[in-house]
């Protein structure tokens, strides 16, 4: 899977978790970015991430992220 | 004496800070262990206030419902959990109101809700609507309700036989004297003497890193909830 459909692939994750339709995200987004995500929405958007792509991230893991591009880093390095 | 109370207010927040990222540090492996079930089943709390809301920052799992840090009277609490469906089906009704705290004041059907932590209405009512669709979602799934709540909001004795009756097996509910006849309640011992338990997401003492709400083993009952049918 290329970086462009992981990103699509979470694009549509992070619509369905934050309830808005407006969000498009690129590599460099962070949380400061779509107002809706924060620590709570941070979790389940992690756990649908993990259901759509079939991964486990540690608890540290999801928690050391600084933006897009890193999580997307980590769910290559996961599939491989 | 300005420039003091500046340096009060400093030195509490310090310490409030430093409290709470030591707290985290001792969840920190329990939130592991459950991190790694939730993606197989999905734990809906409805809570009757804040507690909800803190034990899913505590351990870090997903909110799949709108109550979450919010506050209702009991009987309302009561209405939402006996028949949560129709409920958030309801479009929830903000006209501005606030309640003594500040908080927003939204009508659920006959229902009145206190939408706390939210400064803008709008932002409260979308977190809501957003609550209610994550719900929708997660009862398509493999889920379990849970319910918590207190006797602090217009409590009487009728609302245990009611909370007794609830259809779901985890449920807990706080009360400042026991109830040994009624299974799913939990005494917060040293209370029998106030009309209701305190706040319980306050922490013990100033020192103690344990909120009130830690008496419970949440740990294991979030745990045994997210292995059962697995």
């Known amino acids: 899977m290329e970086r462009k459909e992981i990103i699509e692939k979470l694009n549509d994750i992070f619509i369905d978790v934050m309830d808005n339709d407006e969000i498009s995200i690129a590599e460099s987004t962070t949380s400061n970015d779509i107002e809706e995500w924060d620590s709570l929405t941070h979790v389940h958007l ?9 991964i486990n991230f540690s608890a540290k893991e999801m928690m050391n992220w600084n933006n897009v591009g890193e999580m997307v880093d980590s769910i290559i390095q996961k599939k491989s | 004496m300005h ?33 790694k079930l939730c993606t197989k089943k999905s734990i ?39 028949n949560p469906i129709e409920y958030f089906k309801m479009p929830l009704i903000l006209n501005g109101e606030r309640d003594k705290k ?3 004041i939204g009508l659920l059907g006959d229902i009145v809700c206190h939408l706390g932590h939210e400064a803008d209405p709008e932002k409260a009512l979308k977190k809501w609507n957003r609550g209610c669709k994550q719900f929708f ?6 889920y379990e309700i849970c319910v918590i709540m207190n006797d602090r909001n217009h409590f009487n004795d009728s609302f245990i036989k009611r909370f007794e009756a609830l259809p779901y097996k985890n449920k807990v509910l706080f009360t400042h004297i026991p109830h040994p006849e009624a299974p799913h309640t939990f005494y917060m011992e040293g209370e029998d003497s106030l009309p209701y338990v305190k706040t319980m997401t306050l922490y013990e003492n100033i020192f ?6 830690d008496r419970f083993d949440f740990y294991h009952w979030f745990y045994n909830m997210l292995n059962e049918d697995i």
């Open chain 2, 208 to 213: 103690s890193t344990k909120r009130r709400y």
């Open chain 1, 46 to 54: 992690v756990v649908e991430i993990q259901r759509a792509f079939g």
């Open chain 2, 102 to 104: 500040g908080n927003f």
């Open chain 2, 44 to 82: 809906i709390v409805l809570s009757s206030d804040c507690v909800g809301g803190r034990l899913m920052y505590d351990y870090r799992l997903p909110v799949y419902t709108p109550t979450v840090n919010n506050w209702y009277s009991d009987d309302g609490f009561l209405k939402i959990c006996e």
């Open chain 2, 137 to 142: 979602r997660a009862i398509k799934g493999n």
């Open chain 2, 3 to 35: 420039f003091l109370h500046e340096k009060i207010r400093n030195f509490k927040h310090s310490f409030d800070q430093n409290k709470e990222n030591r707290r985290h540090q001792k969840f920190e492996e329990q939130a592991a262990s459950l991190f």
